[in-house]
């Protein structure tokens, strides 16, 4: 089976948060997933660790399946390390929006095939990525993606950071497909 945390709704209820609030976080390996599947909104994800949060080979992941509005993921934190396959996604796939991506991460980097994923292909509105750094780093195949199809509008891709650096075929895209507006 699958390892992880799970905070859903199928109805009109509100789906659970997920909150890790500690002074260090390491995740690996395992799935947390707040999803809205009916009208109800998807709960939050949020991290809030002052001294880092590494995420390996893990998904966090926000949906929505129907009319519920997805939920956010935010990340506080002095440094944010998102590698080995791991992945932050909010999604739409129904008439409900997607949630938003929040990092404020003082030295961010993201490398190995690590994602940043935003995803509209309902009639929703797509996400919104908020990145706020001193320093961001995408190495080794990482990549922050923003895809609309269908009629759903774009994401919106925003950093705020001093320094910021892609190499090794890193890459930043924004894309549309279909009658939505881009991001």
Do not use: Y
Not at 32 to 50: F, M, N, R, V, Y
Not at 131 to 155: F, P, W
Request: glycine share 18%.
């Amino acid at each position: 089976g699958t390892e992880g945390i799970f905070g859903d709704t199928e109805g009109n209820g509100i789906g659970a948060d997920i909150q890790i609030l500690t002074n260090e976080t390491v995740i690996s390996g395992v799935i947390l997933t707040s999803s809205s599947q009916g009208d109800g909104k998807a709960g939050e994800i949020l991290i809030h660790s002052p001294a880092g949060v590494t995420i390996t080979d893990a998904t966090l992941n926000s949906q929505t399946r129907g009319a519920g509005v997805g939920g956010d993921i935010d990340i506080r934190t002095a440094t944010f390390a998102l590698s080995g396959n791991g992945s932050l996604n909010v999604s739409a796939f129904g008439a409900g929006d997607a949630g938003n991506i929040d990092i404020d991460g003082g030295v961010v980097t993201i490398n190995d095939r690590g994602a940043l994923i935003l995803t509209a292909s309902g009639s929703g509105t797509g996400g919104k990525l908020s990145l706020s750094a001193t320093s961001l780093l995408l190495t080794d195949r990482a990549m922050i993606t923003g895809t609309v199809s269908k009629e759903g509008n774009g994401d919106l891709l925003e950093f705020k950071t001093t320094d910021m650096k892609l190499q090794d075929r890193a890459s930043i895209t924004s894309n549309t497909i279909g009658s939505g507006a881009g991001g």
